[in-house]
């Protein structure tokens, strides 16, 4: 059966193809084939039954050979032009399926048409994004050229964008939200609920209270969904990949999502503000589940006193809740309640690329738009002793200073951390504040003992940047084939130059970039040798 439709759409869609090729109306073939207009409707969309004696019929009308015309039913052929945009990643998204690609394929005009607007849409786009960065740039060069990045306000955000809206909404809220506290405080006294949870705890609570029925199930082939919510059904289908931490952040989340739906929680934490765009409201709201599953599961009047008692040991604190190192990381960044204040906090999740997934400022740093960061930054650095807490001070260019630690968490898939993830948690307060925390280190000289770093290499301001992977915006870039400073990018100052240009007439070495003064040294050393051999 489904062969003869597949039979019947094929016939069709051809036979749609040939009659919009020679711009006939399909009034006009329906009166010339002897059939109603409806009829051949039906027939091109493949929704009924073409007689043979009406194909002949019509192969001779559109002179066309038969036999030709039968061998090239099974090639389902489509568009070329639309064949090659289902290579472009925003239209693998939509997951069009064959079927639809050749029905589309049998409109030659508008399969012309949305290959060309769509290659307008990525052209117009790519050329958008230039500009807007260009303009970026510019206006921050021009608001914060006088002032170091830490500090200042930053100019108009020509590249802001939705994500960058939440971290702004969390820092404006301070990250903490007492109407989600008292919603997971109220659960947990109703079932009685001991200071460590287990998943089947948390989905007793999703069955009992939320009447909602708890699926295992596995995503379709290709597919890396790990959780869906499904309202209409009442049913939550979660991936069997899932081990006990993240399933129980994953339900906790889910209840955090209904709670909001039923009390209108995200409407009242929004208030009247509006947002710049339109993908921010769910962001938040995701923001904010992901929250009430950290509230949940770390209560925060439990919480706080195991912070205060454990000096901020993540590390412990995660085994004495059973949950993951980050999930911690990210609830004692929530410790904002004036009654009970914990320290203030940076937060930070990167990959080993060195790109920022995550990020959220309780101590005024400032991060570089984009997601880049400064290499010196122990978030980074964590990489080379996965196995360690990295801890360092931190100075930035204007003084400023902090402690920072990270760990590397490892998640790998059928053994292959390749497969898998690995990203670095990275925490970040005052350097003050070490003394207070576990982890902190001793030092008897601060400015000494501190890692210079910046914010980014695009708007960093030092000039003695041995790690720099950019030249800084910050700069004039200057460049003298007879000096070399210790990194390519770094900035040559005045009196580099002027030294430079005294030293003009010397001879560059062999390797040409490699000239300065004290390879010029070397060189006239080697000279005189040559000299004496001679």
Known sequence: MNNDNALNANVGLKLRGLRLQRNIKQADAAKDLGVSPAYLNLIEKGKRVMPFPLLWKALRYF?????????????????????????????????IDSESLQSLSAEPKLAGTVAALFNLYKNTRTQLENVLAQLNVEERTR????????????GVRFDYSPFDEVSDFLEKHRNYFPELEEQAEGLRRDFRLEQQLTSSNIIRMLEERF?????????????????RLDLDTRTLTLSPDLTEQPLKFQVAASIGLMVMDREKLVERILGAGRMRHGETERLIKV?????????LMLPYGEFFKEVQRTRYDVELLSNIFGTTYETVAHRICNLSDPKRQGLPFH??????????SKRYSGTGIRFASGGGSCAKWAVHLAFLNPSQITRQYSIMPDGTTYFCFAKVQLQPIEGSIVKGTAYSIGLGTHAENAKYLAYGLPTNDLRKDAIPSGISCRFCERTDCNQRAAASYRFAFAFDEYTKKDCFFSPLLVHEKEKAERNGNAEPDGNGAEGGEKHDSLDRGARRRKVHEN
Do not use: C, H, W
């Not at 039913?73 to 990643?89: C, Y």
């Open 287 to 295: 923001n904010l589940a992901n929250y009430f599953a950290g509230a």
């Open 347 to 356: 937060f930070l999740r990167a990959d080993i690329a060195g790109n920022i």
């Open 211 to 227: 009447d909602f029925k708890v699926q295992i199930e596995r995503a379709a082939s290709g597919s890396s969904v790990v959780r």
């Open 63 to 95: 002179e066309q050979d038969p036999e030709q015309f039968m061998s090239t039913l099974g090639e389902g052929r489509v568009d070329e032009a639309l064949a090659k945009l289902l290579d472009e990643p925003l239209l693998k998204s939509l997951d």
């Open 143 to 154: 608001t914060q050229g006088s002032t170091s990045g830490l500090g200042s306000t930053p």
